[in-house]
Nanobody
Framework: VQLQASGGGLVQAGGSLRLSCAAS????????MGWFRQAPGKEREFVAA???????RYGDSLKGRFTISRDNAKNTVYLQMNNLKPEDTAVYYC????????????????WGQGTLVTVSS
């Protein structure tokens, strides 16, 4: 399983970015896909995850500004990030797991290489 994340970059506070993660290597019909992030000097943080059916879950305080979606035909998951804040600056990692549910403490089996998001004030 390979996960290729893209879409990171530099944006001013209040701006938007959309991250993409393309998955390959097998059929993802039973996979949960999602995102984590890790800011400098901080622990990795759960951002959002989505099931094949479209049911999603978000990290605390992120829902409302972040929206996760997926295109099953393309094996791709997206993260639309709006009203970005400097504290959203982090490396964002795509992740996936062969699971029908999203556990509270999600521990994916597969990880992408990460894409850097920098939000300037």
């Amino acid at each position: 399983v390979q996960l290729q994340a893209s879409g990171g970059g530099l944006v001013q506070a209040g701006g938007s970015l959309r991250l993409s993660c393309a998955a390959s290597g097998r059929t993802f019909s039973s996979f949960v896909m999602g995102w984590f992030r890790q800011a400098p000097g901080k622990e990795r943080e759960f951002v959002a995850a989505i099931r094949w059916s479209g049911i999603s879950r978000y990290g605390d305080s992120l829902k409302g500004r972040f929206t996760i979606s997926r295109d099953n035909a393309k094996n791709t998951v997206y993260l639309q990030m709006n009203n970005l804040k400097p504290e959203d600056t982090a490396v964002y990692y795509c992740a996936a797991e062969n699971s029908l549910s999203i556990p509270i403490q999600w521990a994916p089996d597969y990880w992408g290489q990460g894409t850097l998001v920098t939000v300037s004030s």
